[in-house]
C-alpha cells in the first residue's frame, strides 16, 4: 500500500508563474523528488524539464534522486537571468 506524504513546496521565478502561485501544500505518494516534480510538471504544465532547475530538500540542495519524508520542504529553482 503507497503512503501519501505530504510536502511543502516553494516555487520561485517561472514556476512560481506557471503554477500561479509561491508556495503550497501537495498530497502525494511520490517517493524521490524527480518523481514529485515531474507529477507537479504534469498538473502544471511547467516548461522546464528537471534536468533544467535546481531543488532544495529542507533548506539544501539535493539530488533528484533524494526520497523525501512527510513534512518536508521542497524548493524548486529554475534558472533565473540576471545582468
Known amino acids: 500500500m503507497l503512503m501519501t506524504k505530504k510536502v511543502k513546496i516553494i516555487y520561485f521565478a517561472a514556476l512560481r ?20 516534480y515531474k507529477e ?11 534536468k533544467d532547475i535546481k531543488v532544495a530538500l529542507n533548506e539544501v540542495y539535493a539530488d533528484f534522486q533524494s526520497v523525501f519524508s512527510d513534512g518536508d520542504t521542497v524548493v524548486f529553482v529554475p534558472p533565473v537571468a540576471g545582468g
Do not use: A, I, P, V
Not at 18 to 36: A, G, I, V
Not at 40 to 50: A, P, V
Open 17 to 36: 508563474e506557471q503554477s500561479d502561485k509561491s508556495e503550497e501544500y501537495f498530497e502525494t505518494q511520490k517517493d524521490t523528488l524527480e518523481d514529485l
Open 40 to 50: 507537479l510538471q504534469e498538473k502544471y504544465s511547467f516548461t522546464l524539464g528537471y
